[in-house]
Every structure is written in structure tokens, then in C-alpha cells.
């Protein structure tokens, strides 16, 4: 029971997080705690990064592992393709796709090699850090804000295992196929937004 309790926690954290779109508010961004908290109150980013997690847990070792380090660190290569100015298209419809795609993997329990797997969530850290990185000079401190920013996502990519791991243990996998839908559902959100 606690553990059907600390999945519908995480659930419910998805559903009543305020919606906000990947961009950074330029006018009240500050330091390492504007970049913590950007990723927990961006819905976009929030059900991105916890579906990484998610979709490892479905993966299993040693990508429930690698695909958390390998996301942060090429996010953190598409901040710097934002911040030295370098055009990229469809940044926003990337984004939206990252939930949608990587929900639908977890609700169909798509199982791809570790390397294609990388891969994908490759393209989706670039978008997502490519989003953040082109509004960084604008901060007052965007050192710190990045580093704030990646410590709040690896700190997602973990809840996502570890409500992936107690999700995967109800009703053989049930629930976490259920988490699955509702992050591809919101990733059609997402994605109506982005190409309104």
C-alpha cells in the first residue's frame, strides 16, 4: 500500500503542477534557486524528465542509469548551442514530442537498444536545453542558474525511477502503463500549443 501511495503521489504531482511552457521568464530569473525551481514548475520540462526515468525503469540496467546522465549532459551541450546564438527550428514542437514520444514508450513498454535509446532522449535534451540556454545571458547569474537547472532535472529523473519501480510492481506493470498515457496525453497538449 505505500508503495501505490508514493505512485499516485507522483501522479498527482504531474496533474496539479502549474503549467508553463519551456521558455524562462527573463524578467525574474536570478541564480541557483530561479534554476531549480524553473524545471519543477514547468509542466512541459516536469513531465519530460520524469518520464526518462520512467521509460528506464521499462529499459532496466543499464539504461534506468545511464539514460539520466546521458540527458543532463547533452541538455547541458544544447544550452550552449542557445547561448552562443546558433538558430535551431522546431525547438518547441521537440519538446512537446519529447513527452509524447517517450510516454508512448512507456505505455507500449518499447524496448530499444541502449544506444538508439540515447540517442532519442539525445534529441529531446537538446531541445529541452536549447530552450533554456538561448534565454540564459539575460540572467543575472546564468553559471548558477544552470546549475541549478540541471540539478533539479537529474533530481526528476530519479523520482521518475523511483515511481517507475513501485509503479511497475502494480497490477504487473498496469499502473505504470497508465503513467504512460497520461504523459503522452499531455505531450498532445503540449504539442497543440506549440503549433498554435
Request: charged fraction near 10%; hydrophobic fraction near 60%.
Amino acid at each position: 500500500m505505500p508503495r501505490l501511495t508514493a505512485a499516485l503521489v507522483g501522479m498527482l504531482t504531474v496533474l496539479f503542477t502549474q503549467t508553463a511552457s519551456a521558455h524562462v521568464d527573463t524578467d525574474s530569473v536570478g541564480g541557483f534557486a530561479a534554476g531549480f525551481l524553473h524545471p519543477l514548475t514547468g509542466l512541459d520540462h516536469f513531465t519530460a524528465m520524469a518520464a526518462v526515468g520512467l521509460w528506464g525503469v521499462i529499459l532496466g540496467r543499464p539504461a534506468s542509469w545511464l539514460l539520466p546522465v546521458v540527458f543532463p549532459m547533452i541538455m547541458a551541450l544544447g544550452s550552449v548551442v542557445g547561448i552562443v546564438g546558433v538558430t535551431l527550428p522546431g525547438i518547441e514542437i521537440g519538446i512537446a514530442l519529447s513527452a509524447l514520444v517517450l510516454g508512448g514508450f512507456i505505455a507500449g513498454r518499447v524496448r530499444l537498444p541502449l544506444w538508439m535509446a540515447c540517442a532519442v532522449i539525445s534529441v529531446f535534451a537538446v531541445c529541452h536545453g536549447y530552450a533554456h540556454g538561448a534565454e540564459l545571458p539575460l540572467a543575472s547569474d546564468p553559471f548558477a542558474f544552470a546549475m541549478g537547472f540541471m540539478v533539479a532535472t537529474g533530481s526528476l529523473h530519479a523520482a521518475g525511477i523511483g515511481v517507475g519501480i513501485m509503479a511497475e510492481r502494480f497490477r504487473q506493470g498496469m499502473l505504470l502503463r497508465g503513467l504512460g498515457i497520461l504523459t503522452a496525453l499531455l505531450g498532445v497538449y503540449f504539442l497543440v500549443e506549440a503549433l498554435s
